[in-house]
């Protein structure tokens, strides 16, 4: 009876919990064609924000970004960059002086599902990453 008790109690505490799941895309090819914007940037700096627009209401993360590559974009890619805190809400840990690859979204929006990845030159693992988004880039252009 105790442990049922428990239970009850655990859920009714957990309320409607929320979990970052990225199962819709799963390729570098899927990310790439879902993004509107791929770049290399790096971090120039970082600020809480209290509400993004999507999900509605939900605290995160602005980046200010000095664009250092572009590899895909039909406009110039957004200077800053809006993501999740993370903790379950699909957040990108921002860092400032880091450079990312980022996939970002209409309005600079990026999640961890996205294909966004810390950027280190020289890395030979990071380096590969790099080369296979720009070979994308190089397949989808025009």
């Known amino acids: ?7 009850v109690f655990a859920l009714v505490l957990c309320g409607n919990a929320s979990a970052c799941s990225c199962i819709t895309r799963t390729t570098l090819g899927e990310h790439f064609d879902h993004a509107d914007f791929v770049f290399v940037g790096r971090v120039l700096s970082k600020e809480d924000v209290a509400s993004r627009d999507e999900p509605k209401g ?3 993360v602005a980046a200010k970004v000095q664009l ?3 590899v895909k974009a039909k406009s110039q890619p957004p200077p ?4 999740g805190v993370g903790s379950g809400d699909c957040g990108v840990p921002i860092y400032p002086a880091v450079s990312y690859v980022f996939f970002a979204g209409p309005g600079g929006e990026i999640d961890i ?13 990071m380096e590969r990453y790099l080369s296979e988004v720009k070979s994308l880039g190089r397949k989808s252009a025009p």
């Open 113 to 125: 599902c996205s294909g966004t990845r810390p950027y280190i030159r020289g890395d030979e693992e």
């Open 68 to 70: 250092l590559e572009i």
């Open 1 to 7: 009876m105790s442990r049922v008790l428990a239970l």
């Open 80 to 83: 800053r960059l809006i993501t």
């Open 58 to 60: 939900w605290p995160g």
